[in-house]
């Protein structure tokens, strides 16, 4: 895993295994990912994923795909757990930067 992924890995693990809330909504983090079942993620047959994000003092729901960017080695590069087939970290670090890169992002005049 690159170097720069290990500490949003650790915070993400975090996340995971305490329950992490949104200080606001208090929901869990994970009952913030669509498609979900009985506040559970669950995996979406079009691989399209929906994703609340709180950014900028405000909700945003973020529409991301399940294509997860890899290294030339076929790795993934980001952010996920030693499970190897568990998606949602993943998806959370790809809605993250999708809402970031619109901060990031100035238009040419």
């Known amino acids: 895993m690159p170097s720069y992924t290990k500490w949003v890995t650790s915070q993400f693990q975090l996340a995971k295994d305490r329950y992490m809330r949104d200080v606001v909504s208090n929901e869990k983090i994970w009952e913030r990912i669509y498609p979900q079942q009985n506040g559970v993620p669950v995996v979406s047959p079009s691989g399209k994923y929906w994703i609340k994000i709180r950014f900028d003092g405000k909700e945003r729901l973020i529409e991301i795909d399940d294509r997860v960017p890899c290294d030339v080695r076929k790795k993934p ?14 998806l959370l ?3 993250l930067l999708k809402v970031y890169s619109y901060k990031w992002y100035a238009p040419s005049a």
């Open 77 to 90: 590069i980001l952010a996920r757990t030693l499970d190897t087939n568990e998606l949602w970290p993943q």
């Open 93 to 95: 670090m790809k809605a």
